[in-house]
């Protein structure tokens, strides 16, 4: 299997491997949207009384994929907006939706991973979007990690529940055709080899080991990497450690998955660790007493691919994996261009910081430079596991060449911004890609996509 | 400190759109950002960046070119900082005055272009001179085609090509003997005129005649030659150190320094009466400085790594070749602004056949 690319940034912060078990809230503010899903339709009203477990909204346009009170507790609608709030909590054994009607348009085991909430830890690899439930899985793609800094590690996880994890993954090679393949870092330690081991006992299972850069865990980097061709009228499931955990708990032991496991690390942040807590738990009362003194950004995901926390956001969402601390600059530097540099790492050599071997630095919000035309360092095609050339497109896009931008491999993409992260000119060239690609989808592939995507089985 | 960002913060409306000395804002920020850098924040995703900006890329350069500096000093005394003065100041208004027509920021490119600069000329070169070719070199060379990061060819070649064109009788005999003993010429102040009394001619030309210099004189500079090109060793220490931050590419620089090696090697076993042997072409002349610091340019040379190699191999061909079988003693200057307008052509073919390897990937 050939990966190319990558590149870990060493963040100070780094999650440890403990999970601390929230206090129990007195509210939950469920945010209605999260990256990729939007529950619009509500099945509950405001002042109405719900069990642990029963279904406050769905997602029309993904299935019909559930909110879950994850507790019992009063409804309250629109306040905060774009939140279903839920008071006067009660820890209650959950309530579990009816067997589904076999023979429907659903496989039964695929609806109960819906109306139990693991749905949504699932992607297709290719294109990270929520996979259809009908369509037949020609393979699963599971990555034991996240290698983005910082989201939930998946050897903390493991660690816990090793036994659940491989269930899981029984589970899963019942609902998939073809094999599984187990990502599994290159790394030593005693979990890796235990779980080596388990997995060379399993015929279905296909162990791969990946190298620990960032972003060579991603499912489209994996896929291309295995040879896994997007086929039309089937798809390629992703998962991550979680989500075989969510599937284990959902088809072994029938329960709603209602909390989650969050990592919270970053240089914004006073001790990193994991959490585990119900989805909607409210931000503030989860990084009170956590964040330094100082200004901070919260991010919802890791530092390349995570979004700013809004202050319209309240709480966990169904989909949230961790969440990144970063500092604001509050100070600038005299002459900083011609410090030793022992306390910035920088992908280049340029910084004393490279006879540091095992420094990590306080990152902050920072540009760190000023924008100028790209001086051909060539960093960008070093790093990008999709094998582009980012600096080409980002001359082409200049030049408003679409066609040759599509002719470069630009839709081969997968967004990771390392590119834009090591760019010493400063140029946005994430951006600059991701919004050529929505053109050429757009305008040059709409009418022949059709023929392209059939790729004979 | 803080007295600085207060002086900055509150001189920066006169600056702006409206502000009285608007014309003069790409001044006020090139100071601002050279004393305290930026103070932008990321606006979306990456929310973090690398800490390496061009300042910092620039400055590795000027670094590297220290121990040069220190040697061409030494041998050819403190008219070299003078010269470096005047290809600063005359340099930078042209720099200056292109970003404020164009309301653009000042780029940190020209550091480089004019420290280099009077590095390449003969130590005597008259400074009117050193003016005349540095603006020529930053005005043709660069702005005309847009500024840093999109001129074909390298400033600092075209300035030295340009005098070499206009003013050749100069540009071929300003060479002087180098200073010896514990001071070398740091105590003298040379100029053209004393060039008769001085005047040596630079090793290349003297191999013309079959006379060598010995190797060792070659690799510490104690030859005739441009003020900074003589000493192979401080611009090894000062190249090797580039590539080790990776500010400059080793693909270039081994391909150059291995075609001059290899074919100068074939040419001189072949011929041993007529050619000078491999080593003495690598230390001799503007290899080093033109294979470390100006052929490795990444504005000029290709992007693809393949087209780097080729660009390397294409130019060290070119040196041997003038340099041994054209009128010029010194073929660097010329085989690098033929690399330069090569490597477009170079790029293109490693970049078509990369996209046809992404493509067959699927």
Aim: one cysteine or more.
């Amino acid at each position: 299997m050939k990966l190319r690319g990558g590149y870990n940034i060493r963040l100070a912060g780094r999650p440890a491997g403990r999970v601390d078990v929230l206090s129990e809230p007195d509210r939950l503010h469920l945010p209605q949207r999260s990256r990729r899903l939007r529950f619009t339709q509500l099945f509950v009203k405001n002042g109405q009384r719900v069990r642990c477990g029963e279904v406050l909204a769905h997602d029309p346009t993904h299935f019909g994929v559930p909110l879950l009170a994850p507790r019992g507790g009063t409804v309250r609608l629109r306040a905060p907006r774009g939140h279903v709030t839920l008071e006067d909590l009660v820890v209650e054994p959950a309530h579990v939706p009816p067997d589904p009607p076999s023979g429907g348009e659903i496989d039964p085991k695929r609806q109960w991973l819906i109306d139990l909430g693991a749905w949504p830890f699932f992607a297709d690899a290719h294109s990270g979007a929520l996979p259809d439930p009908q369509l037949p899985a020609a393979a699963a793609i599971v990555a034991t990690t996240h290698l983005e800094p910082f989201t939930l590690r998946g050897d903390v996880q493991l660690h816990e529940s090793l036994d659940a994890f491989l269930s899981g993954l029984d589970h899963l090679t019942d609902l998939v055709e073809g094999p599984v393949f187990v990502a599994v870092p290159r790394a030593g330690g005693e979990l890796a080899s235990r779980l080596r081991q388990e997995l060379a006992g399993r015929e279905a299972l296909q162990p791969v080991e990946i190298p620990l850069r960032y972003p060579l865990d991603h499912f489209d980097v994996l896929a291309r990497a295995l040879g896994l061709a997007r086929q039309r009228g089937r798809t390629v499931w992703g998962l991550r450690t979680e989500g075989v955990l969510a599937v284990d708990q959902a088809l072994t032991l029938r329960k709603p998955v209602l909390d989650r496991v969050v990592s919270i690390g970053g240089s914004g942040v006073t001790a990193p660790m994991h959490l585990r807590a119900p989805i909607g738990y409210p931000l503030e009362a989860l990084l009170a007493g956590r964040l330094v003194d100082r200004p901070v950004r919260v991010i919802d995901g890791g530092v390349l691919n995570g979004e700013a926390v809004g202050e319209r956001r309240l709480g966990l969402d169904a989909e949230s994996t961790g969440l990144t601390v970063l500092l604001e600059p509050t100070r600038r530097e005299l002459f900083g261009f011609v410090r030793t540099g022992l306390d910035r790492l920088s992908y280049s050599n340029c910084f004393l910081s490279r006879l540091r071997p095992r420094y990590a630095e306080p990152l902050t919000t920072a540009v760190r430079g000023e924008h100028r035309p790209c001086i051909g360092c060539g960093f960008c095609e070093e790093l990008c596991p999709a094998g582009i050339m980012p600096h080409l497109i980002h001359k082409l896009a200049y030049q408003d060449a679409l066609e040759e931008i599509d002719r470069c491999g630009a839709l081969k993409c997968v967004a990771c911004g390392l590119c834009t992260y090591v760019c010493p000119s400063k140029l946005d060239l994430r951006r600059e890609i991701v919004a050529a690609n929505e053109t050429i989808v757009r305008d040059l592939h709409t009418a022949e996509s059709a023929e392209t995507e059939e790729v004979p089985a | 400190m803080r007295l600085l960002e207060n002086l900055f913060d509150r001189t920066r409306p006169l600056f702006g759109e409206t502000g009285p000395f608007r014309a003069l804002r790409p001044v006020a920020q090139a100071a601002e950002a050279f004393f305290l850098g930026s103070d932008e924040t990321t606006e979306r995703p990456p929310h973090a960046r690398d800490p390496l900006d061009s300042k910092r890329f620039m400055m590795m350069v000027i670094i590297a070119l220290l121990p040069a500096l220190l040697a061409s000093v030494y041998f050819f005394g403190t008219r070299v900082l003078v010269m470096m003065a005047v290809s600063y100041i005359a340099g930078g208004i042209v720099e200056v005055a292109f970003a404020m027509v164009r309301n653009k920021d000042i780029h940190e490119g020209f550091f480089v272009t004019g420290f280099l600069f009077p590095l390449v000329l003969p130590p005597t070169t008259p400074l009117w001179m050193v003016a005349v070719g540095v603006i020529f070199g930053v005005l043709v060379g660069k702005e005309v085609f847009g500024g840093t990061g999109r001129n074909l060819f390298n400033p600092v070649l075209v300035g030295r090509t340009f005098l070499a064109v206009a003013y050749p009788r100069h540009l071929a005999s300003g060479f002087v003997q180098p200073g010896e003993g514990h001071l070398g010429r740091l105590d003298q102040y040379i100029t053209i005129a004393d060039v008769d009394a001085l005047s040596g001619a630079t090793p290349l030309a003297l191999a013309r005649q079959g006379e060598y210099a010995s190797l060792w004189e070659l690799l510490l500079g104690s030859v005739s030659g441009s003020a900074g090109e003589t000493s192979a060793l401080a611009l090894l220490i000062g190249g090797l150190f580039l590539c080790y931050t990776r500010v400059v590419n080793y693909r270039n620089v081994a391909g150059i320094l291995g075609a001059v090696f290899v074919l100068s090697a074939a040419l001189h076993y072949g011929d041993p009466g007529r050619f000078a042997p491999p080593l003495f072409h690598l230390l001799a002349g503007g290899l080093f400085i033109g294979a470390f610091f100006m052929a490795t340019d990444p504005v000029t040379s290709p992007l693809t790594n393949g087209g780097k190699w080729l660009y390397g191999i294409l130019i060290g061909v070119l040196v041997v070749v003038i340099r041994n079988f054209s009128g010029y003693v010194e073929g660097v200057m010329f085989a690098i602004l033929l690399g330069n307008l090569a490597s477009p052509l170079l790029d293109e073919v490693f970049i078509q056949m990369r996209i046809r390897r992404l493509q067959l990937e699927g």
